[in-house]
Structure formats: structure tokens, C-alpha cells
């Protein structure tokens, strides 16, 4: 059946252009093409001009650069998500202007280790549901706390949080709670 329906596409094409469409790693992952067909209102057939050719070889050209600018937009957009978890709004901003500012250096930080005392003899007695429940909240409200205050997440660990201010932005010391 395919091979009838692509006779039947190709019936009275006299004269084809076509130009593939790149990745950013030189491999097709399309093509964009041309056709004169026969059978118009006038029995003359152009040839296709070396102006048409440019002028579809061009458009491939957009097209691709059109993808890889869709696929850079979200790899920004799923870059700012994870900052977010972590970072603030603000700060995931500067992060994705400024990638830099992750780079190791010494900086003056201030750290916060909260841990739950008491947490494996209490999730003992709350059982599998209600403790994750419980660390849930508790996390997510130390979490808000530190990113109302422009703090850091730096790590989970259990039931554990680790959190920090100074960097990857200096700050001033009034501004850390």
C-alpha cells in the first residue's frame, strides 16, 4: 500500500529540490523539499533556479536552527525547575545568567544542620505512612522557612536538612536569620 501512495505522490513531478535538516550534530533528522509538477494550465515546466534552490536550502537552515533553539528553551526551562528546588526564584535566575557563581571558591557562609531528635523511636511508633507524612511537612515547612529567607538547600539527608547562606552569593550578615 506505502508503495502505491509514494508512486501516486510522485505522479507528474518533473524537477525536485531538496536540503536536509540538521541537528546540532550535523545528522538529518528531516528534509525540506520542492517540486515543479507537470500538467498546469501552460505546458511549459520551469527548471527549478539556482535563486528556488538557495531559497529552500535556507528554510532547512531556519527550521533547524528553529529545533535547536526549542531544545536549548528547555533544557533553560528544566534547568530553572531543578535550580528552583533549591535555590530561590531570584537566585535561580542569576544561576542560569551567571553559571559561574557554582564554581568552587572560599566564601564566609553561614550553615544550618536541622535534624529531628528522637526521629527513629518516633517513627517506630508512627509506622511507614504516617512518618513520611510527617517528615513531608516537616521538611517542606523548614524548606519554605529557608528560602523566605534566601537561604540555600544544600542537602536531605533522612531526616536531616542542610542548609546554607553567603553563597553561592555573598551576603550581608543582617540578612541571614
Known amino acids: 500500500a506505502n508503495v502505491s501512495d509514494t508512486a501516486h505522490s510522485l505522479l507528474n513531478v518533473s524537477a525536485l529540490v531538496s536540503a536536509p535538516i540538521l541537528d546540532g550534530n550535523g545528522n538529518v533528522i528531516g528534509a525540506l523539499y520542492g517540486d515543479r509538477r507537470k500538467g498546469g494550465p501552460s ?3 520551469p527548471d527549478i533556479s539556482p535563486f528556488e534552490a538557495k531559497l529552500v536550502e535556507i528554510l532547512a537552515s531556519g527550521i533547524a536552527a528553529g529545533i535547536a533553539r526549542m531544545k536549548e528553551e528547555q533544557a533553560a526551562i528544566a534547568a530553572r525547575i531543578q535550580f528552583e528546588q533549591f535555590f530561590t526564584p531570584q537566585l535561580a535566575r542569576q544561576l542560569e545568567r551567571d553559571p559561574q557563581l557554582l564554581e568552587g571558591r572560599d ?4 550553615l544550618l544542620f536541622a535534624d529531628i531528635r528522637g526521629f527513629s523511636r518516633l517513627s517506630e511508633r508512627l509506622g511507614p505512612a504516617l ?3 510527617w517528615i513531608q511537612d516537616t521538611m517542606g515547612t523548614l524548606s519554605e522557612f529557608v528560602l ?3 537561604g540555600v538547600l544544600v542537602d536531605y539527608l533522612g531526616d536531616e536538612l542542610i542548609a546554607m547562606w553567603g553563597a553561592p552569593i555573598a551576603q550581608d550578615r543582617k540578612s541571614v536569620v
Request: no cysteine; proline share 0%; net charge negative.
Open 131 to 133: 512518618t513520611m507524612s
Open 148 to 150: 523566605k529567607h534566601d
Open 107 to 110: 566564601a564566609q557562609v553561614t
Open 43 to 45: 505546458g511549459d515546466i
